[in-house]
């Protein structure tokens, strides 16, 4: 593995930690954090439009669902007008965490960023974009 590469990877695992460690006190991880700010953003969108923004199955964005719902975070309530529809909403619960989680997700994303000049992120955006197109082809 190149050089760059490794220090892509030791980014994200000290990045990732130590975000989860913040996490830990809502009972959620990164992903789990980032889905609930996206409903909280899209109340009452449904599984298979969150697993399509995320670019995940609908059985894996199932199983996240389920974890946010069993602490509270989240409702599924049945569409009136396509009865095999389950709409996400919301709790007040689920607002106050996602508040909080934003905060952390910020800091960790400013706390990335730190002293790099504009120039420099678009530089990095990119040749992420290119890395991104290498890998999609």
């Not at 050089?3 to 992903?31: P, T, W």
């Not at 709409?87 to 400013?110: D, H, M, S």
Request: with cysteine; charged share 30%.
């Amino acid at each position: 593995m190149s050089a760059v590469c490794n220090k892509f990877k030791a980014i994200i695992q000290a990045e990732y930690h130590k975000v989860d460690k913040k996490l830990e006190k809502y009972n959620l991880v990164k992903g789990q954090a980032s889905l609930l700010s996206v409903i909280k953003q899209n109340d009452g969108a449904t599984q298979t439009e969150l697993a399509e923004y995320f670019g995940l199955t609908n059985p894996t964005m199932g199983e996240r669902i389920n974890k946010l719902e069993i602490l509270g975070y989240i409702i599924r309530i049945v569409d009136e007008n396509n009865l095999r529809c389950k709409r996400v909403f919301i709790t007040p619960e689920g607002k106050k965490a996602a508040v909080q989680c934003n905060k952390i997700l910020n800091e960790f994303e400013e706390n990335l960023f730190k002293g790099f000049t504009k120039k420099e992120k678009k530089q990095l955006d990119d040749c992420l974009e290119k890395m991104i197109k290498n890998i999609t082809k």
